[in-house]
């Protein structure tokens, strides 16, 4: 079935300093991924679809510049937390939709640590 | 705006026994998907079950059924003969069918007793 790569799995890293995390959808093309956050014992809160070959749609309340979504092929998806803070410390997880109304294949997440 | 409704934050079965998670949404659509994600400690996404809002016939996949209600948008996830590997968080979810997007609730931690 149809994977989503998802790495690094955990980071840690200094405040200031900036993280990239890439979501790859293995055995198909997605033309849209998304990014989600979630807190411990909470939901998944969409942040932004990242849209191959155009800017991605960011929801509301999420900082643009803080996380840079840049969607380089039909096959990756990457996201760059910029200036860390301990407050943005939290679990990030992408998603692509395969083919036509098949459900979400989700990554399997990367927990972020910010010291 | 699409809103999914998760009344129980936490849930609790024994071992072989039956439990329902509930879930309602809102929506003035009428082509939708309705989905339950399991979320287990490891944090991965799984998909449990899906329903086509257009079917009347409630989805089943061995142990796990759902109660597709449309007019009062409610979609139940019934799981029989509860096994300890039952134990997640379970997540509620609403897509358009012309979309891809995904609404999710809030979660229902469950917890299996042996």
């Known amino acids: 079935g149809a994977v989503v790569s998802q790495h690094p799995s955990r980071v840690i890293c200094k405040s200031g300093t900036s993280v990239k995390i890439e979501c790859r959808s293995l055995?198909?093309?997605?033309?849209?991924m998304f990014w989600y956050r979630q807190f411990p014992k909470q939901s998944l809160m969409l942040m932004a679809t990242?849209?191959?070959?155009?800017?991605?749609?960011?929801e509301q309340g999420v900082e643009k510049d803080k996380f840079l979504i840049n969607h380089a092929s039909l096959t990756l998806s990457t996201l760059t937390v910029t200036s860390a803070h301990p407050e943005d410390s939290s679990f990030y997880i992408c998603?692509?939709?395969?083919?036509?109304?098949?459900?979400?294949?989700f990554g399997n997440g990367t927990r972020l640590t910010v010291t | 705006a699409q809103t999914v409704t998760q009344s129980q934050p936490e849930m609790s079965v024994q071992e072989a026994e039956t439990v329902t998670l509930s879930c309602t949404y809102d929506t003035s659509e009428s082509d939708y998907y309705l989905f339950w994600y399991k979320q287990p400690p490891s944090r991965q996404m799984i998909l449990v079950i899906r329903?086509?809002?257009?079917?009347?016939q409630n989805a089943t996949e061995n142990r796990f059924s759902v109660n597709f209600q449309k007019a009062a948008k409610s979609f139940s996830l019934k799981i029989s003969d509860s096994q300890l590997g039952d134990a997640a968080m379970y997540f509620c979810a609403y897509k358009l069918t012309s979309g891809s997007r995904l609404t999710f609730g809030e979660g229902t931690q469950l917890t299996v007793n042996p």
């Open positions: 329903q086509e809002a257009y079917k009347q």
């Open positions: 990242s849209n191959e070959g155009s800017k991605a749609t960011y």
């Open positions: 055995d198909f093309q997605a033309t849209t």
């Open positions: 998603s692509a939709p395969g083919q036509y109304n098949s459900p979400l294949h």
